[in-house]
C-alpha cells in the first residue's frame, strides 16, 4: 500500500469527488474531522397527550419521553421541551415541579421547583395551567440510545395537592436535535 500526499483534491468534471467503490470503508485517523460539524445530524420528536395526574412529592414519569442515537460520541445533543402543567389544592398554596431525566437518571441543576404556583383559594377555587418550556445542550458521550425524558411532583404547604400534566389531555412536545462535531 502507498501513500499520496497532496494539499487538496478536485473532482475531474463536476463536483462530487468519491472515494472508494460501492462497499469499500474509508477510514480516518484519529482527530479527523469530516464535512458538518455544528450542522444537525438528526431530529426526533416526541410527544405525549394523555393526562397525568400526581399527588407525590416523588418525581413520577409525566408520559414525555423521547429517544436518540448518536452517529458520534462527540455529538451533543439540543433537547427542547415544552410541557403542559398545572398544579392544584384546595385552602393551601402548591406548585409543581420538573425535572428533565437521561436513561433513568436526573440531570444535574435540570430540576425545576414552582413552575405553576396556586395560591391558596377556596374549595372549587379554579386553577389556571400552562406549558413550561425551555432548551438544554447534553453532551452523552456515546453511540447507543439515549432516552431523555420528563418528571414531575407537587409541593405544597399541605397535603391533598396535585401535579397536573397534559391537563385535559393537551399536548406536551420534546425534540431531540443531534448537534455534529
Known amino acids: 500500500m502507498g501513500t499520496i500526499f497532496v494539499d487538496k483534491l478536485d473532482p475531474q468534471s463536476g463536483t462530487t ?13 484519529s482527530g479527523a474531522k469530516t464535512s458538518g460539524f455544528g450542522k444537525v445530524g438528526q431530529i426526533i420528536q416526541g410527544s405525549a397527550s394523555t393526562a397525568v395526574n ?13 429517544s436518540i442515537t448518536p452517529t458520534s460520541t462527540s455529538s451533543k445533543i439540543m433537547i427542547h421541551v415544552s410541557q403542559m402543567l398545572s398544579s392544584d389544592r ?6 409543581s415541579r420538573l425535572r428533565l431525566v437521561r436513561d433513568g437518571s436526573g440531570l444535574t441543576g435540570l430540576e425545576w421547583s414552582k413552575l405553576e404556583w396556586d395560591e391558596a383559594g377556596g374549595v372549587g377555587a379554579v386553577k389556571a395551567g400552562g406549558i413550561t418550556t ?8 456515546t453511540t447507543s440510545a439515549v432516552e431523555y425524558k420528563l418528571q ?3 409541593g405544597a404547604s399541605g397535603s391533598n395537592a396535585t401535579a397536573r400534566f397534559q391537563m385535559g389531555n393537551e399536548s ?10
Open 17 to 29: 469527488l468519491t472515494l472508494g467503490s460501492s462497499g469499500d470503508t474509508v477510514t480516518l485517523t
Open 54 to 66: 400526581v399527588t407525590s412529592s416523588s418525581f413520577t414519569d409525566t408520559g414525555l419521553s423521547a
Open 90 to 95: 384546595d385552602n393551601e398554596d402548591c406548585w
Open 134 to 141: 425551555f432548551c438544554y445542550l447534553d453532551s452523552p458521550s
Open 152 to 154: 414531575g411532583s407537587i
Open 172 to 181: 406536551s412536545f420534546i425534540q431531540l436535535m443531534e448537534i455534529l462535531d
